[in-house]
């Protein structure tokens, strides 16, 4: 192959490099009964907080929704912030979420298409990608309540 039929084929394949989504898992080791729920007003899609809520319970851990300050009996507690784009539609860009106990991080989980630039799967339901983070991170107390390890095929 001659280097002139190189060069366009390296330059398509660094711009497809550069489109990458990518999730990362923390898992918190230890089952959780219960966790509180930091709302956070910086979050501007409604429905982010309440299927977050939902997917938090349904791995068995009773959740509760606070603002501000951490409420003194808050054993253990999650924290999340979430941007979205729009590129033709809108799309989950990027969200975080983080769970301490006693002011230590214990566990956390990130999804990331910033640079998802070109890939069709960045668009679709929040729902399924909230679920690639919430599922391995509760992975433990979906074990102790006796739940499937995973319920991702359902969110897609």
Same mark, same amino acid.
């Given at each position: 192959?001659?280097?002139?039929?190189?060069?366009?084929? $390296? +330059? %398509?394949?660094?711009? !497809?490099? @550069?489109?990458?989504?990518? &999730? =990362?898992?923390?898992?918190?080791?230890?089952?959780?009964?219960?966790?509180?729920?930091?709302?956070?007003?910086?979050?501007?899609?409604?429905?982010?907080?309440?299927e977050?809520?939902?997917?938090?319970?349904?791995?068995?851990?009773a959740?509760?929704?606070?603002? $501000? +300050? %951490?409420?003194?009996? !808050?054993? @253990?507690?999650?924290?999340? &912030? =979430?941007?979205?784009?729009?590129?033709?539609?809108?799309?989950?860009?990027?969200?975080?979420?983080?769970?301490?106990?006693?002011?230590?991080?214990?566990?956390e989980?990130?999804?990331?298409?910033?640079?998802?630039?070109?890939?069709?799967?960045?668009?679709?339901?929040?729902a399924?990608?909230?679920?690639?983070?919430?599922?391995?991170?509760?992975? =433990?107390?979906?074990?102790?309540?006796?739940?499937?390890?995973?319920?991702?095929a359902?969110?897609?």
């Amino acid at each position: 192959m001659t280097l002139h039929r190189l060069i366009p084929i $390296g +330059a %398509l394949a660094l711009a !497809c490099a @550069a489109c990458s989504i990518s &999730t =990362a898992v923390k898992p918190v080791e230890k089952p959780l009964t219960a966790l509180c729920l930091r709302y956070n007003d910086d979050v501007l899609m409604d429905g982010f907080h309440p299927e977050l809520d939902a997917q938090i319970r349904s791995a068995g851990i009773a959740t509760r929704t606070y603002k $501000g +300050a %951490l409420p003194a009996d !808050c054993g @253990a507690y999650l924290e999340y &912030t =979430a941007s979205w784009r729009w590129d033709l539609a809108m799309f989950l860009r990027y969200a975080q979420l983080r769970v301490f106990e006693s002011n230590r991080l214990i566990g956390e989980a990130t999804y990331d298409a910033r640079y998802g630039g070109g890939r069709p799967d960045k668009f679709g339901p929040t729902a399924g990608k909230l679920r690639k983070l919430t599922d391995p991170l509760l992975a =433990a107390s979906r074990q102790a309540a006796g739940l499937p390890a995973t319920t991702v095929a359902e969110a897609e």
